[in-house]
């Protein structure tokens, strides 16, 4: 990875740890994002196991910005070792430009959200999957300009910071495209939310794609608009 996009990937990382209102569940998020053991992590910063894990939760003391840095340093290059696949992934997430008509909107949040609840909110049925998890964010696409405008690379933008997120696609017909994109690009995302279409005139395919990648489907009737809206006005 360039240099000047790795610092700006460990600046963003580093931003969010230290402005947000649990730096500790940020750093956690970081971490597991990254797929590092806390040992591991604590050996490279030549620190106890117990200090990551006072960090992480809230027992100890939020870092300063520069024990923060480190922290995001020593996770990055823990990555570059092995091959950088956790660098090349969220740097195509984070420094691809998609266009606005594209991506409606976009959320990320540092504690976990059960999926029921954002589901709950807007009026979901479930198709397949399990309801048994949490998402971190969760991204609203317009499913056509998605899959007419983005290369394979510029997909992988609509994840923002994680994965680890709801995607809500719109105004779906049978809710099988969207799940080919998904199906062919490198990274899956927990959950798929088909808007605009009743659970009966789902392309039967759908729940089978979404089964081989472990991705839990639902749909919605909701109008986009009042989705938008009631997402953005939950406390996440």
């Known amino acids: 990875m360039k240099s000047g996009l790795r610092n700006q990937l460990a600046e963003k990382m580093a931003g969010e740890i230290t402005l ?3 730096p500790g569940l940020a750093l956690k998020k970081w971490r597991q994002n990254f797929e590092i053991p ?4 604590s050996d490279r910063l030549g620190v106890s196991p117990s200090v990551i894990s006072d960090y992480e939760s809230g027992r100890r003391k939020s870092p300063g910005t520069a024990v923060v840095g480190k922290i995001v340093d020593t996770i990055l290059s823990i990555d570059e070792e092995s091959d950088g ?7 195509s997430m984070l420094f691809i ?9 976009i959320h990320e949040n540092t504690n976990p959200i059960p999926l029921g ?4 909110a807007i009026g979901c049925t479930l198709l397949c999957g399990s309801m048994e998890q949490t998402i971190f964010g969760y991204t609203v696409v317009n499913s056509l300009n998605a899959i007419l405008q ?3 690379e510029e997909f992988n933008r609509i994840y923002g910071w ?3 997120r709801a995607l809500i696609f719109t105004n779906v017909s049978t809710g099988k495209s969207p799940m080919v994109a998904i199906r062919v690009t490198a990274f899956k995302p927990r ?7 009743s659970a009966e005139n789902v392309h039967p395919f759908v729940a089978k794609m979404a089964d081989r990648d472990h991705i839990t489907v639902l749909c919605t009737e909701m109008e986009i608009d009042k989705i938008v809206s009631i997402l953005r006005e939950k406390e996440w």
Do not use: M
């Open 38 to 41: 806390p040992g591991v992590l």
């Open 85 to 91: 696949k956790h660098i090349s992934k969220f740097s």
């Open 150 to 152: 983005l290369s394979a």
């Open 117 to 120: 609840e954002l589901t709950d």
């Open 20 to 22: 947000s209102d649990s």
């Open 97 to 105: 430009g998609v266009a606005d008509d594209v991506i409606l909107d």
């Open 162 to 164: 994680s994965t680890e």
């Open 191 to 197: 959950c798929v939310i088909l808007q605009g279409i």
